[in-house]
């Protein structure tokens, strides 16, 4: 049985950073693409990060590029998103997410492509 258990969320002020982590515990077979979602309160969750199994190949959101960095251990089946210069609207609940794939460099931005779902850490930036 796969879960994926994720760490790291807090209460932060805007300007600093906090790194998430998301380990995957019981084994995707063949390569697994791994991403961040979020969900703010009263608002759909949204797509943030994702990593190929080749863990070169990203993509982030357009609000959160050149802030966040999405990482992946392959050797850990772990990934860490690294967010730097968080801003009040960073705020909510982050959602770590895996699904099998047949190719070393693809990643996924749409939730319905994920199998695999943690079950969210929060994070709180206040202004």
């Known amino acids: 049985q796969v879960h994926l258990v994720e760490s790291g969320g807090g209460l932060v002020q805007a300007g600093d950073s906090l790194r998430l982590s998301c380990e995957v515990s019981g084994r995707i077979p063949g390569y697994y693409v791994m991403g961040w979602f979020r969900q703010a309160p009263g608002k759909e969750r949204e797509f943030v990060a994702s990593v190929a199994w080749d863990a070169i190949t990203t993509w982030h959101a357009r609000n959160v590029k050149g802030r966040f960095r999405l990482s992946r251990e392959s050797a850990k089946n772990t990934a860490y998103l690294q967010m730097n210069s968080l801003k009040s609207e960073d705020t909510g609940v982050y959602y770590c997410?895996?699904?099998?794939?047949?190719?070393?460099?693809?990643?996924?931005?749409?939730?319905?492509?994920?199998?695999?779902w943690g079950q969210g850490t929060q994070v709180t930036v206040s202004s």
């Open positions: 997410a895996a699904t099998p794939t047949s190719s070393t460099t693809s990643y996924y931005y749409n939730e319905y492509e994920y199998t695999y």
